[in-house]
């Protein structure tokens, strides 16, 4: 498990290579193995794959023009009138198709949209309902970008035990 959690890293670059319908299904499965408050399972996800989409989609923020060379692109959407912690659980279900998605051999990456704005100053949730039809009352945490990745993404830095950051008993 610890090979996953530290091999992952956050893949930026994507290659042409198609990515195959199973590993999304398994990806979209590793999502819905993720702890949600209350067992609410507050989530659904939307998965997009035209490309005409895709680039829309890149632009729906200011940090997430990659997205447009993603084969895939996991829409993480919460349901807040199910649950008050849709961060919490969508952020998890984010975490684990950061790791399913290593363990298949492919690379994502958080592209944030939430209480985002877009180039022209839009609200960067609603850039993204109104493209997807996505209900007015869901809400958007971010975009999973998918695919293979391509040459030239690095990790930022090696995972070691930081025992600065860890205190014992108390602070
Ligand atoms: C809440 C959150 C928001 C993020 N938003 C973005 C983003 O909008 N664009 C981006 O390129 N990366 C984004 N990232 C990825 C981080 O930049 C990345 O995880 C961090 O630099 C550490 O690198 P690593 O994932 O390779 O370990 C986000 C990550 C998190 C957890």
């Known amino acids: 498990m610890l090979e996953i959690l530290e091999k992952r890293h956050s893949v ?18 590793a999502a819905m193995t993720a702890p949600t408050a209350h067992n609410s399972r507050s989530w659904e996800f939307v998965v997009v794959r035209q490309k005409d989409l895709i680039q829309k989609l890149a632009q729906a923020g200011k940090w997430i023009s990659f997205a447009e060379g993603a084969q895939v ?7 807040e009138q199910v649950s008050d912690k ?38 960067s949730e609603e850039y993204v309902k109104n493209l997807l039809d996505i209900p007015s009352d869901k809400r958007v945490l971010c975009l999973m970008p998918l695919g293979y990745p391509a040459e030239g ?18 602070w």
Not at 162 to 168: A, L, M, R, T
Request: charged share 35%; proline share 1%.
């Open 73 to 79: 692109i996991i829409v993480i959407v919460g349901n």
């Open 12 to 29: 930026r670059n994507y290659s042409d290579r198609k990515v195959e319908d199973r590993l999304i299904e398994e990806i979209l499965r």
């Open 153 to 170: 993404n690095k990790p930022q830095r090696m995972k070691t035990l930081e025992k600065d950051k860890i205190h014992s008993e108390k």
């Open 86 to 123: 849709w961060i919490e659980n969508c952020t998890l279900a984010a975490g684990f198709i950061y790791l399913e998605a290593t363990n298949q051999g492919l690379g994502t990456c958080w592209a944030h949209v939430r209480e985002g704005k877009t180039e022209n100053g839009e609200d």
